[in-house]
């Protein structure tokens, strides 16, 4: 009797099980976003990695912001802003009558309030105001002040970022950081975005609706559902099955390469903002030699490498400055160029290496911090590196948390690192690893009192065709020091539905829901 | 009665030196992993003063026998401190990936134990025929397959060839637990919540990580039932039974098998290790939001409140399921006095 | 064939068919076994005149090949051949699970000795860690110990063999235990021969039959243990050929329908520990019919 109970009941759950499964989030105006990202903490003073960032972009909103799908800065909360004359001083003027939901108005108190709680918390992104900015005065309601500690022309972009958004302070804490929206006021997160946030389930699901108090442009859709996958594999069927609308970061090489060719879906490319170099330690033998640092970039052969690897995704790299912003030029290729293992053989003769005295050295790479490929990464530049004849390499890898204390150590010559920008300026593609200090902190350890003036006089220029040429002049000399060579750039990939419409994305990984509707097929 | 509530009390006295040992060289294994939970979370530029800073806001620059000695005591107010790396409380991430793993060990071991069990009291009833010799080496074929191979070779054929069932997650894409979600077992909570379309997603995606956790140790349990079945086939009151004229099947399968499922009980207690073993890997082929997948994950951030918590955990469950299996062998033999 | 020939092969054959009708099919179970080791040892010795290619190279063939034409097994992303990768993946798991077995086996019997004879307060702590490390899940402390030690050939055998050693201490303690009361011991006792004498002469080698199954069956968990600890990425470098990293490595790409990458690594994982497991089996039925049933 029993038994067949349980037989009966075991039928029951299996058709049960076996209906198609009707999703709880109905079609229409909502669209389902797949990601294999996770939000870190819901906390502008804190939050510190694009994915947390992209959910602020569009839940908050800064004095200044980029446009959906663009690069160029333009007024956000702030209607325009006044640079003194020693470009020290930043005054924003403000956007009248704007209010949050509680009817908290937004005035320059906020503003101040909000960086003033940045500065205070220092959390992991607190530096990017901290070592620009002295203080923040109010200057009347809608009038505030930045005071610089040394002029920096590229401050706007500074301001456009998250840890420069104004917050409610009515609902965040002044004195705590936060991590969940329940530890909000109110239980919610919203701000003065179009967007709020109206269910928050960590690595689970982000649900976002239009926000009534935004001032600007209403959204096309009526929510964005954030799925978050645990991996990529489980993102690329469930968007064959339909049950997503897009996905956005990261799918794997073969999942990418087999969705290009799927007439069931869309393929949206960009160029992104992360690049992948290799590190030299120019502290110490071998590589403090300039021009064994240059004969090992020489043997690089980049497109061969993205064939194996990402089976001919992304896209090679020959500048620490991407592709796609100002001042950008493909410096590397004309010296040392790329799989020239002619130019890497005479440079390592010249030194007193040859194919019986080869360049003995260890290459390192960390296996899981920049996902799985890695390991496929740096077995093909140890083939290349080997196969000029001139070279013996022996690859070595660590977890991050060690190689993190292996750069500061000194431990690893040569060494394979990626980049995400915080700001959308060549400074931070360049001063960041050959300046002394941003060097060091890298273990690159690469130090040079002329490249720092360089660094220094670029960062305070204003005029944009001065500096243009000053970036042009320091990618030039990148080619003859190397104390880093670039490898390749990322290309953004999001896979839609065919009727998913208006998904735009920018080098500046700036992604705004706003825009996306459904349209027809 | 008294004996028995007595015999309860040592025996989870006697747990607490275990979990002790193991939590000691845990910790001692952790400090000496190259790496620490400050590093692993920084990226590229930290100025090394900050990093200091942070070091000794965790207290990682005290002498290692007083952060020992420190946690000890914590523990012993049942305190599992704060991540080192999250602003989270241990115990609030344990009790958000415990329910996975238990509903997966749970019907894992539940499959191990029918087809196990059934399998061996087949074997042994038609012992030494093809059958029983068929049976005897799936048994050892079975416990030879990585568990985590065996699923992806399911995830392979049923998944990806025949997309019967999917290969990943709890639910799918369009099945939210937080609209169910209370106990954080999906089974209960669906039908709690009669619903059943989720109840049927959830189902459908326990199918395949729990039959490649349950395949891979049913060959242990085919082995263990035959050989304990073949023991008390031998026995009088068997003969004595198949004399009087009772069917061949109810003997076999309802006498012979209730005789034989203590000392299969006994194994089941000292398999648990495997079975927690199993479901790491398992959880780490299906993308089971689990202990495991918690455990690997936080082993790389080098978060080692998290990881101390949760070995005392798996350290609890494993005694916990001993002393559970010693006292249903106390209940139901009362030959066994203590 | 000629007549001394065949007289010379009669014998060997006369001896298997006869231990087989003495031990029926346990007798068989061995000699499966032992024929699967020796053919992957067999792999693991002549590599490179078995591999067709250098299991490194990454222009072996066209990238993702499926099985078939000269390359047995396919290729993989860094078009590398695969059944190359296998001959040569052999050495790898098969050296860090012998001689993680051969290294926890010495300690174990070493300590099981040791605690067993000596007792008192030794033995109690000595026991009393060993069995919360037996109970404990092994792969979760050899995840631990993989992770402190780093990557490595070495490495990874010591993470392996330092969680079975209590599997031989509990064996080889019991014993001890066992054998010191007997009669023949305490007689040498009373002869007064020294503990070294009566460890060495008289409990030892008692001790080391039974081990010797353990032994086998060991080796046979210490495959799958470094098996997964390569395929969670814990344990070896790129530059060293193993089957659970190119398990691992090839599980992306199986969704795309690319299965040989996946299949033929797992599946000789599976068969090596078959092999161990059938011969520790054979020989358990053989010598102690009742170990296994314990």
């Given at each position: 009797?029993?038994?067949?109970n ?12 076996f ?6 989030a ?22 510190y990695?694009f ?8 839940v908050?909103?800064?004095?200044l ?7 160029n ?5 702030a209607?325009?802003?006044a640079?003194s004359?020693d ?42 105001v901290?070592?620009f ?16 500690k ?16 104004p917050?409610n302070?009515n609902?965040?804490?002044?004195d ?6 329940s ?8 701000g ?18 239009a ?6 442009e ?7 559902v ?7 594999t ?14 956005f ?5 073969a999942?990418?390469k ?5 007439t ?15 590190c ?20 690089i052969?980049?497109?061969p490498?993205?064939d ?9 790299l020959y500048?620490?400055?991407?592709m ?6 493909d ?17 390592l003769k010249?030194?007193?290496?040859d194919?019986?005295?080869k ?23 140890k083939q ?6 001139v ?7 660590a ?10 150590n000194?431990?690893m010559p ?9 700001y ?19 273990g690159?350890?690469?130090s ?5 003036t360089?660094?220094?006089d670029?960062?305070?220029?204003t ?9 042009k002049?320091i ?11 670039p490898?390749y ?8 539905q ?10 500046t990984?700036?992604?705004n ?9 | 009665?008294r004996n028995?509530?007595r ?7 006697m747990?607490?030196?275990?979990v002790?040992i193991?939590?000691t ?9 190259p790496g620490?939970p400050?590093?692993a979370?920084?990226g ?8 200091e800073?942070k070091?000794?806001?965790l207290?990682?620059?005290?002498p290692?026998?007083i952060?020992y ?18 602003q ?12 996975a793993?238990?509903e ?7 499959i ?8 061996g ?13 068929a049976?005897?080496l799936?048994g ?5 397959i990585?568990?985590?191979?065996l ?7 049923f998944?990806?060839?025949l ?9 799918g ?5 937080s ?5 954080g077992f999906?089974?209960?909570d ?8 989720a109840?049927?997603?959830v189902?459908?995606?326990?199918v ?12 242990i ?9 073949l023991?008390?086939l031998?026995a ?18 309802r ?10 009980l ?15 890997l ?9 202990m ?12 080692y ?12 469950m494993?005694?916990f399921?001993?002393?559970l299996?010693?006292i249903i ?7 066994i006095?203590? | 064939?000629?007549?001394s ?5 009669a014998?060997?054959?006369?001896f298997?068919a006869?231990m ?9 179970i061995?000699?499966?076994g ?8 067999a ?12 299991p490194?190279?990454?222009d ?15 290729t ?5 051949d695969?059944?190359?990768r296998?001959?040569?993946?052999s050495?790898?798991i098969?050296?860090v699970s012998v ?8 300690f174990?019997i ?13 033995d ?8 919360a ?22 490495n990874?055998t010591?993470?392996?063999a ?5 599997t031989?201490?509990?064996l ?9 009361q ?6 040498a ?11 060495g ?10 081990t ?10 210490a495959?799958?243990?470094?098996a ?12 060293i050929?193993?089957w ?19 299949t ?8 090596l520990?078959l092999?161990?497991?059938?011969l ?14 314990r």
């Amino acid at each position: 009797m029993r038994v067949r109970n349980i037989i009966v009941f075991s039928l029951v759950a299996l058709c049960l099980a076996f209906i198609p499964t009707v999703g709880s989030a109905a079609k229409g105006d909502t669209i389902v976003y797949g990601t294999t990202e996770k939000v870190s903490d819901m906390d502008t003073a804190k939050a510190y990695d694009f994915h947390t960032w992209e959910i602020f972009y569009n839940v908050y909103q800064g004095l200044l912001r980029y446009p959906a799908g663009k690069t160029n800065i333009v007024p956000g909360l702030a209607e325009s802003y006044a640079i003194s004359k020693d470009g020290k001083e930043y005054t924003f003027k403000l956007r009248k009558g704007l209010k949050f939901t509680d009817g908290t108005a937004f005035d320059a108190g906020v503003v101040k309030w909000s960086i003033d709680r940045v500065m205070e918390l220092k959390g992991d992104p607190a530096w990017l105001v901290t070592d620009f900015v002295d203080k923040v005065e109010v200057v009347d309601p809608l009038h505030v002040k930045f005071i610089l500690k040394n002029p920096v022309s590229y401050f706007p972009s500074l301001v456009a970022s998250v840890p420069y958004y104004p917050l409610n302070p009515n609902i965040y804490p002044k004195d705590k950081l936060v991590r969940d929206p329940s530890e909000l006021k109110g239980g919610n997160m919203v701000g003065l975005g179009p967007y709020k946030v109206v269910s928050f389930k960590r690595d689970e699901e982000v649900v976002l609706e239009a926000n009534p108090m935004f001032y600007g442009e209403k959204p096309k859709n009526k929510r964005i559902v954030i799925r978050y996958f645990a991996d990529a594999t489980t993102m690329r069927l469930a968007l064959e099955k339909g049950e997503i609308d897009f996905a956005f970061k990261s799918l794997n090489p073969a999942d990418i390469k087999d969705l290009q060719k799927s007439t069931k879906v869309q393929t949206i490319m960009a160029q992104g903002p992360y690049i992948r170099y290799l590190c030299f330690r120019c502290a110490g033998k071998p590589f403090d030699d300039k021009v064994l640092r240059q004969a090992v970039a020489a043997a690089i052969s980049r497109k061969p490498m993205l064939d194996k690897v990402y089976l001919g995704q992304n896209a090679p790299l020959y500048s620490m400055v991407p592709m796609g912003m100002w001042s950008h030029e493909d410096s590397f290729k004309t010296y040392p160029g790329d799989g020239n293992i002619a130019l890497a053989k005479k440079l390592l003769k010249s030194k007193g290496y040859d194919e019986k005295n080869k360049l003995t050295f260890e290459l390192w790479y960390t296996p899981s911090h920049y996902g799985d490929s890695e390991v496929d990464m740096a077995a093909v530049l140890k083939q290349q590196f080997d196969a000029t004849g001139v070279m013996n390499v022996e690859v070595k890898s660590a977890e991050w948390a060690t190689y993190r204390d292996n750069w500061t150590n000194k431990v690893m010559p040569v060494f394979l690192l990626g980049w995400y920008p915080d700001y959308i300026d060549p400074d931070n593609y360049t001063a960041a690893f050959a300046g002394t200090e941003g060097s060091r902190g890298m273990g690159i350890f690469f130090s040079d009192p002329k490249w720092d003036t360089m660094f220094n006089d670029a960062q305070k220029e204003t005029d944009m065709k001065k500096r243009t040429a000053m970036y042009k002049k320091i990618q030039k000399m990148w080619t003859d020091e190397v104390p880093t060579a670039p490898i390749y750039q990322g290309t953004l990939y999001v896979f839609a539905q065919k009727d998913v419409k208006g998904i735009l994305l920018s080098p500046t990984l700036q992604f705004n829901y706003g825009p996306i509707y459904r349209g027809a097929k | 009665m008294r004996n028995l509530v007595r015999y309860i009390i040592s025996r989870t006295l006697m747990t607490i030196p275990m979990v002790l040992i193991l939590l000691t060289i845990i910790f001692v294994v952790l400090r000496l992993m190259p790496g620490d939970p400050v590093s692993a979370m920084l990226g590229g530029h930290a100025p090394e003063k900050v990093i200091e800073q942070k070091r000794e806001q965790l207290g990682l620059n005290r002498p290692m026998y007083i952060q020992y000695a420190d946690y000890i005591w914590k523990v012993c107010h049942l305190d599992l401190g704060e991540s080192m790396v999250l602003q989270q409380e241990v115990t609030e991430a344990i009790s958000d990936k415990l329910p996975a793993t238990i509903e997966l060990t749970t019907f894992g071991m539940l499959i191990t134990l029918v087809l196990g069990i059934f399998l061996g009291a087949y074997a042994a009833d038609k012992r030494r025929t093809m059958r029983d010799s068929a049976i005897r080496l799936y048994g050892i074929v079975v416990y030879c397959i990585p568990v985590y191979w065996l699923g992806l070779m399911l995830q392979l054929v049923f998944g990806i060839w025949l997309d019967w069932f999917p290969i990943a997650g709890r639910t799918g894409a369009r099945i939210f637990p937080s609209d169910f979600e209370n106990t954080g077992f999906y089974l209960i909570d669906t039908l709690l919540m009669r619903d059943w379309t989720a109840f049927g997603d959830v189902l459908l995606h326990l199918v395949l990580p729990a039959f490649t956790l349950g395949l891979t140790l049913s060959g242990i349990f085919v082995r263990l039932t035959r050989a304990n079945m073949l023991d008390v086939l031998k026995a009088d009151y068997i003969l004595a039974a198949e004399s009087r004229g009772i069917g061949h099947g109810t003997i076999v399968y309802r006498h012979a098998l209730k005789n034989a499922f203590i000392p299969i009980l006994t194994m089941m207690g000292l398999q648990v290790a495997l079975l927690m073993a199993g479901a790491i890997l398992t959880e780490t082929t299906f993308s089971w939001p689990g202990m495991g997948r918690l455990l690997l994950e936080r082993i790389y951030l080098r978060d080692y409140p998290t990881i101390q918590g949760v070995i005392i955990v798996f350290a609890l469950m494993v005694a916990f399921i001993s002393l559970l299996v010693d006292i249903i062998y106390a209940i139901v033999d009362p030959r066994i006095r203590y | 064939m000629n007549y001394s020939m065949a007289r010379g092969l009669a014998r060997p054959i006369r001896f298997f068919a006869g231990m087989g009708r003495k031990y029926g099919v346990e007798w068989w179970i061995l000699c499966v076994g032992a024929l699967i080791i020796i053919a992957i040892l067999a792999m693991a010795f002549f590599s490179p005149f078995i591999a067709p290619f250098d299991p490194y190279r990454q222009d072996a063939g066209p990238q993702l090949a499926a099985p078939g034409g000269p390359y047995l097994m396919g290729t993989d992303n860094l078009q590398r051949d695969v059944w190359s990768r296998i001959v040569f993946g052999s050495q790898t798991i098969l050296r860090v699970s012998v001689l993680a077995a051969v290294i926890s086996s010495f300690f174990g019997i070493l300590l099981g000795l040791i605690s067993g004879y000596a007792g008192g307060a030794v033995d109690r702590s000595l026991s009393l860690v060993m069995d919360a490390v037996y109970v404990f899940p092994g792969l979760i402390l050899a995840i631990a110990l993989a992770a402190m030690f780093g990557p490595g050939v070495l490495n990874i055998t010591f993470a392996v063999a330092v969680i079975y050693i209590p599997t031989y201490f509990r064996l080889v303690r019991g014993q001890t235990l066992a054998i010191k009361q007997e009669l023949y011991v305490e007689a040498a006792r009373a002869i007064g021969a020294g503990s070294f004498t009566i460890l060495g002469k008289y409990i030892f080698p008692n001790v080391i039959a039974t081990t010797v199954v353990v032994f086998t069956l060991n080796v046979a968990d210490a495959i799958m243990i470094e098996a997964a600890l390569t395929y969670l990425g814990l344990g070896l470098p790129p530059s060293i050929v193993d089957w659970g990293m190119d398990l691992a490595m090839g599980k992306k790409y199986l969704p795309s329908g690319v299965w040989w990458l996946v299949t033929f690594p797992g599946m000789m994982i599976s068969l090596l520990a078959l092999g161990f497991t059938m011969l520790g089996e054979g020989l358990a039925e053989i010598l102690n019919p009742r170990l296994l049933e314990r």
